[in-house]
């Protein structure tokens, strides 16, 4: 359809009654009318659909066609009805309903229904127009429809009572008389169905081809004065669309052109106003892509395709060749300078990630001069007509590529508009592009002007969005008004261009006059005008954000991690209406639509200090979500952050304190523990967690932190195959009779009554839920969670069969597994579950969490057979212990390093372990066919050197695996006992802040005391002595981790160190004929010295030890006593001079070995003993002999000679003769 409407016609489109409707205003908005309606059908989704209870109807004979209506779609229904069951409209009870529709008839048909409710209809019958009862009867008006014309009907119908009825057209009420028949009034009802486009009584009285219906509406009530015209009009209301524009409201409107006010519009058929598809003349123009298609159209049979103007475009503004959008061109048209235009179109994109329409009128070179940007410049040759290179003095005045150079001079007279191809600086000439040149002569020193383009109007572009179906598009603008170009003389070339990068479709397309509208904020009118948009830049986000809610903490004080959810902008909310301004009036206010404007968080605020208080400024200083910092000291900080919007609007500041924990670590050396107390959170529930390092060790590793008199919860994830596994009934501690197959013993283990305790191996202290493997695998958060998201279980166990059933977790079950894992929780995977074997891919996946290395099977043959084996295994029924701890002695006391362990024989398989062994396999045996298998050798990893083979129970923070299972089902007291301990190790989360780690022990031994002396007693003992023992204490390193349950923040408190010294207990001392007895925790004395019963006096072993309180043993200081020396003689005389008298001899023996047993004396005598006296009358030699508990012997002589006992003789020789000088006297003595 062509049509090219002059512009000056002031006659409407419509009916003739449409120019004399004087519509008064009413305040009744869209939203009014649409409470009141039973039935809105508008055809526009091209199905028959009542918006009110949004159910879809099909026609009688499906033969109908979607075409343009009165807004958007109506519907032909050729000669096919629409039901709807009075059940969909419950109106039967009502006095008075109104339709309201829009009729097109193509003036061919004289006898048809519109709608009927039974016998109750409308009914056009050779040219007259009314209410008919089903007997032959029109209470109506003649000659009230003109043909080809969209018109719009409003019958307000009573009932039981026709003359009570009206009519209106167009808005207009008319005149009505019974103009055929009488009515029944009995029949004037509305219980029956309402069919649409005939009644159910014939055929004869359907609509045929040329009849459009659209906007089809069933109100309750009458017609109140002005809503005749408000109804009319309501097709007319504009079509709002309110969002938010960067920091404001915008209002977009469609409001279709009226009939009056239409200058062209085109469906783009055969012989329809068609546009040129190329503007440009350059051989680089592309095709456009454009094409005449009838692959998709929104009417009619045709529209405009559109392909990939990227590829293809071809609107090129030189030197930009860029391909962006193709041009569609129409006419040229000249308007009165600033009147509004309108433009309306359909359009649809096909699958483009950005497709764009625009509208413009090309208008032409300004009738003015605007040398303002142009250097003075002249010729300084003559140019001659059609001449493109000119010779100047300025060739700085000219740019590349720049359009309005002109060597006019006259403003008004528009030549020559030259645009700049290149310029030569050094011969001063420029090449214009025109292709022909100059239009004119032009004289040396004619100076050069520049002129501006002029567009005629432009209306805004339009994105279209890759959604369902076609979109109306209605845009207004205004003709420009500038001085020096008058659009009504000169007039400007209308063109739509696309742009798109796959698919975009244009038909329907409406040219005219703009709609007046006005534009109601929040009730208040906010604009008034001819435009198409409004920006409401007052309507702009007043609310204050929403503060920082959730903050989560990471990290320690020296590195601390601080991240937070983003507030929500809470924005401030906006209502908008419009009602359309015509001359044929006011249209109802439309419904309201509501906008948010939220501005958007710039960014934050935030200090960080010791006031819990502070408000921090209002100036920016982070604009993400996450910061790092650090804290000075560990005393209480607090976080303070306010968000803040683009608008400069800020939230309430969030004061948190930053919960990290204070560690403090004190050694209880009586009890042989480390007791910690923590600061705990306030702000929301916290887990915590314990973590330790043994002096020495490299890493932590968290412990259990378990309260000793709390249970500990363990669901048991047991492999089953019936024919393989029989049910066992068992009655546990609390008189409950349970039944569980072979692989799920576990519960039975812990909580069945037992000769050791009433309560079973659990003490009363481990619960066991237990689950098939295949089962918590089909949904494994069911039974790992409550309802609420929290865990149900403190400890999972996997096992316990041969081969675990090779029976795999699934990817589901396995990753729930992590998510516990990571959580803090204990799992425990039991006998070939974390290996290769049988290819469990799933369980396989935990084995870094376990800290176990697995290997492969040669040609992945899954036997124990050497020759299948990569990494050797290694199994036995004894287990010994290798590490002491809280895992080997609560709740059950197993035993020291070294002690032995009976168990059900098993085995290791394809595994090194990296982490904590406790257990490993001694007296190794092969449970094989191939008896190779089962006996190691004992290896590490070959790659990193670490590791080991063997091991039975291994454990890292709060995973383990244990070897319990080969044995299908048995378990013995010392497995039990170890599983209970293990189970209760991994219960590693707390929610106190306190903790007796009892796995903080003192298990450093105390020095060695080196023997030092071993004296033999005569009464069969020996007396030892050595070096006092200094008792060695064990040191420690602690950090909690504390999580908080709402944030999910996990914070590390300070690292806490303790020393655990119980104390020197004592010596253990054993004495026997054995050189490396260990003596056992037993003390016999706490002094550096003990009396020991010898077994023998002559060979045996000395056994000394020193132990601590916490029966720690030191290293054994062995000493060995032989006694192979002879003993030793002193004899002593009572005087070495002469004497007369007899001496006494001192005889003293000693023996380095042992003691001496007996002396013998020169007359034969023995003294017993190892001292004796012997008196001596006379000089000569005295043998002695001294004899040893060993029986060695020694001789010992001793020589006397002092003894004298007859007096000496004295002889003097002298003279005899006297005389007076002196003399000589000689005197010699004599003694024998």
């Known amino acids: 359809m062509k049509s090219l409407i002059p512009m000056f016609t002031a006659i409407a489109l419509t009916t003739g009654a449409v120019g004399d409707v004087s519509i008064a205003n009413v305040n009744k908005t869209e939203s009014y009318y649409n409470e009141r309606k039973v039935v809105d059908i508008d055809f526009d989704k091209e199905r028959i659909e009542n918006k009110i209870n949004k159910k879809t109807y099909d026609s009688s004979n499906q033969n109908e066609v979607y075409v343009p209506g009165s807004k958007n779609k109506g519907i032909q229904l050729n000669s096919g009805k629409v039901t709807i069951p009075s059940s969909d409209l419950k109106i039967d009870k009502e006095e008075t309903i109104t339709v309201s529709l829009w009729m097109k008839w193509d003036g061919n048909d004289n006898d048809f229904i519109p709608f009927a409710f039974g016998e109750y209809t409308l009914w056009f019958h050779n040219g007259n127009f009314g209410f008919n009862t089903g007997e032959n009867d029109i209470y109506g008006m003649g000659k009230g429809l003109k043909a080809g014309q969209m018109t719009h ?112 519009q085109t469906d783009f058929e055969t012989n329809d106003f068609i546009p040129n598809f190329k503007w440009g003349y350059d051989e680089f123009y592309g095709d456009g892509g454009q094409s005449i298609t009838t692959e998709d159209k929104f009417s ?68 003015s001069f605007y040398d303002h940007d142009l250097p003075p410049v002249k010729l300084t040759k003559s ?20 359009h309005g150079y002109t060597l006019d001079q006259d403003e008004l007279k528009i030549g020559a508009v030259m645009q700049v191809e290149s310029v030569d600086t050094e011969n001063k000439t420029v090449t214009f592009r025109n292709s022909d040149g100059v239009d004119r ?32 598009v209605s845009v207004n603008t205004y003709v420009t008004d500038y001085k020096d170009y008058d659009v009504s003389k000169r007039g400007g070339s209308y063109y739509m261009a696309s742009s798109t990068d796959k698919v975009v479709y244009l038909d329907n397309v409406k040219f005219g006059y703009a709609t007046e509208v006005e534009l109601y904020r929040d009730g208040k009118k906010v604009y008034k005008g001819l435009m198409s948009d409004f920006a409401d830049r007052e309507a702009i986000d007043k609310g204050k954000p929403d503060m920082v809610r959730k903050i989560t903490f990471n990290g320690n004080k020296d590195d601390l991690s601080i991240s937070f959810e983003k507030p929500k902008d809470v924005g401030t909310k906006y209502t908008y209406s419009i009602r359309g301004l015509s001359k044929n009036g006011e249209t109802p206010v439309s419904k309201n639509k509501e906008v948010e404007i939220t501005a958007g968080i710039k960014g934050y605020s935030y200090l960080i200090d010791k006031n819990p208080t502070t408000i921090p400024s209002n100036k920016v200083n ?18 303070h952050v306010k968000s803040i919007d683009n608008q400069g609007n800020t939230s309430d500041t969030k004061h948190i304190p930053i919960e990290i924990p204070t560690l403090e670590a004190k050694a209880n050396h009586k009890d042989n523990l480390i007791e910690l107390k923590w600061s705990g959170g306030k702000t929301e529930p916290y887990t915590y967690k314990v973590f330790k390092k043994k002096e020495g060790e490299k890493q932590f590793q968290s412990v259990s932190a378990t309260d000793y008199k709390k ?58 839920d237990a689950v098939e493997l295949n089962q918590f695998n089909k949904n494994p958060n069911e039974y790992l969670k409550s309802p609420d998201g929290s865990w149900r279980y403190d400890v999972v166990y996997a096992g316990a069969w041969d081969t675990n059933r090779q029976q795999d977790l699934s990817i589901q079950g396995e990753q729930v597994i992590e998510d516990f894992i990571n959580s803090g929780r204990g799992f425990l995977a039991g006998h070939d579950t974390i290996t290769q074997y049988h290819n469990l891919k799933n369980f396989v996946k935990l084995s870094d969490f376990l800290r176990i290395k697995t290997y492969p099977f040669n040609g992945n043959v899954y036997e124990a057979r050497a020759s299948a084996i990569q990494m050797p295994w290694i199994g036995s029924q004894n287990i010994e212990v290798k590490k002491k701890g809280l895992l080997t002695n609560f709740p059950w006391a197993i035993g020291d390093i070294g002690s032995k362990l009976s168990v059900p024989i098993s085995h290791t398989n394809s595994q090194v372990t990296l982490g904590d062994v406790w257990m490993n396999y001694s007296d190794w045996k092969s449970p094989f066919v191939d008896k190779e298998v089962g006996v190691g050798p004992e290896v590490s990893d070959s790659e990193t050197g670490l590791g080991t ?10 995973t383990a695996m244990i070897q319990t299972g080969h044995s299908n089902g048995k378990a013995t007291p010392d497995e039990q006992k170890v599983l209970a301990n293990t189970l209760f190790y991994l219960a590693q989360l707390t929610s106190d802040t306190k903790l007796a780690d009892r796995s903080g022990q003192d298990v450093d031994a ?61 010596y253990s001392i054993a004495i026997d004929e054995s050189p490396y007895t260990i003596p056992d925790e037993k003390t016999e004395t706490i002094t550096a010295s003990y009396q020991l019963t010898v077994p023998n006096t002559k060979d045996f072993y000395i056994h000394v030890a020193s132990v601590d309180n916490a029966g720690n043993i030191s290293e054994v200081s062995h000493y060995h006593y032989q006694d192979k020396s002879s003993p030793e003689l002193t004899i002593t005389a009572s005087t070495k001079d002469w004497t007369n008298k007899a001496i006494t001899l001192h005889v003293v023996a000693t023996d380095k070995d042992s003691r001496v047993k007996k002396i013998g004396l020169p007359n034969g005598q023995w003294i017993n003993g190892s001292k004796a006296e012997f008196i001596v009358n006379e000089n000569g030699i005295y043998y002695f002999k001294a004899v040893d508990e060993g029986g060695n012997e020694t001789i010992q002589y001793i020589i006397l000679s002092n003894i004298d006992k007859k007096n000496p003789t004295v002889q003097i020789n002298a003279p005899d003769n006297w005389v007076n000088t002196d003399v000589k006297v000689e005197i010699i003595g004599n003694d024998e």
């Open 153 to 264: 009907v409003l019958a307000e119908f009573h009932k039981n009572d026709v003359m009570k009825n009206k009519l209106f057209i167009n808005g207009k009420k008319q005149e009505l008389s019974q103009l055929e028949g009488s009515p029944d009034n009995k029949k004037a009802t509305f219980d029956d169905s309402l069919q649409i486009g005939g009644w159910k009584y014939d055929n004869y009285h359907d609509m045929d081809e040329g009849i459009i219906l659209d906007e089809f509406n069933v109100l309750k009530d009458s017609i109140q004065d002005g809503e005749e015209k408000d109804l009319y009009l309501l097709s007319k209301v504009p079509e709002l669309n309110v969002y938010q524009n960067e920091l404001y409201a915008k209002s977009e409107w469609a409001i279709d052109i009226l009939d009056s006010d239409l200058l062209y």
């Open 622 to 639: 982070l604009t993400t979500e996450s910061l790092k910092t650090s804290l000075k000291d560990q005393e209480q900080y607090y976080l």
């Open 949 to 958: 083979n063997n091991f039975y129970l291994t454990t890292w923070s709060n």
């Open 441 to 472: 002569d032009v004289e040396e020193g004619t100076p050069f002007h520049f002129r501006q383009w002029r567009g005629a109007w432009s209306f805004p572009a339009r994105n279209v969005a890759n959604e369902e179906g076609w979109k109306k």
């Open 383 to 402: 140019m001659k007509r059609g001449a493109k290179v000119a010779h100047i003095d300025n060739p700085d005045a000219f740019k590349v590529g720049k």
């Open 1006 to 1066: 105390p020095t060695k005391p080196n023997i030092n002396k071993a004296v033999m007693n005569e009464n069969g003992t020996v007396d030892v002595s050595y070096n006092e023992s200094v008792d060695k204490g064990t040191s420690y390193e602690y950090y909690v981790e504390s999580k908080g349950s709402d944030t999910q923040s996990v914070v590390k408190s300070n690292i806490a160190k303790a020393e655990v010294k119980t104390g020197l207990k004592g």
């Open 711 to 768: 249970k500990v919860k363990v669901l048991n994830l047991y492999p089953y195959t019936a024919s393989l596994m029989k049910d066992i009934t068992f009655q546990n501690w609390k008189g409950e009779n349970i039944t569980l197959p072979q692989s799920a013993l576990l519960k039975q283990w812990m909580e069945e009554p037992n000769i050791e305790d009433a309560k079973g191996y659990g003490k009363g202290l481990i619960d066991v």
């Open 300 to 367: 009619g049979k045709q529209s405009i395709r559109t392909e990939d103007t990227f590829k293809n475009g071809n609107w090129i503004q030189w030197p930009n060749r860029n391909r962006e959008r193709s041009i569609n061109v129409w006419e040229r048209f000249k308007f009165k300078n600033g009147i509004p235009l309108s433009v309306t179109y359909y359009a649809k994109n096909n699958g483009g990630t950005k497709s764009l329409i625009m509208a413009n009128g090309d208008g032409g070179w300004a009738e």
